[in-house]
């Protein structure tokens, strides 16, 4: 599973403090108690985790219980049909796959970090993609915490192997009804 710790500018966080920057340091002090739902992210998040890792269907983890902060979670059949449906999305792009890679933006914002859930860089087009649990809608479009990955996957990795410049982002969220989708 990736690493828990959190940049102060997350790539995760980036719509609150884009767009209110007083945030940062109000929020410094502030303990993130999560909840279940991110728990429960957490979770599904392994479990996509592992089966790109050791190249697994979904269902080959049904019954499996796995826990996080102290919340957990049974797959289900349900829940293994849509991690399927996005592994199986994963694999009709073309292209060297990365997993759960940590994307540094020191260069742009010293000492900043954030994790990558899927890289893959084709030829041309080079893929961030990210799983998202919720029930609220995220759209990939001028999505900041997917620009931001692909701005930190770019530079410490994509473009030393390719020439590629363009990116596709992907927001899995199955649960979310007008949720997800690709962005460019």
């Known amino acids: 599973m990736a690493p828990t710790s959190h940049a102060r500018l997350s790539p995760s966080s ?69 991690i399927q449906d996005g ?29 990558l859930d899927v890289g893959i860089i084709g030829r041309r087009i080079i893929h961030i993609w990210d799983w998202k649990w919720g029930y609220l809608p995220v759209s990939p479009v001028w999505n900041e915490q997917e620009m931001l990955y692909g701005l930190g996957f770019w530079d410490k990795i994509a473009r030393h192997i390719t020439d590629a410049t363009d990116f596709r982002l992907h927001i899995f969220q199955p649960r979310a009804p007008g949720g997800g989708g690709r962005g460019t």
């Open 14 to 82: 980036a719509s609150r403090w884009l767009r209110c920057p007083g945030s940062v340091n109000f929020l410094a002090d502030v303990e993130d108690e999560g909840g279940i739902p991110a728990a429960e992210g957490t979770i599904l998040h392994s479990f996509c985790e592992d089966c790109l890792r050791d190249d697994r269907e979904a269902h080959e983890f049904v019954g499996e219980v796995r826990e996080h902060d102290g919340y957990k979670l049974e797959l289900t059949e349900e829940l293994a049909d849509l």
């Open 87 to 115: 592994l199986d999305e994963i694999d009709t792009i073309p292209g060297k796959l990365y997993i759960e890679r940590r994307v540094d933006l020191g260069r742009w914002m010293p000492g900043q970090f954030g994790t």
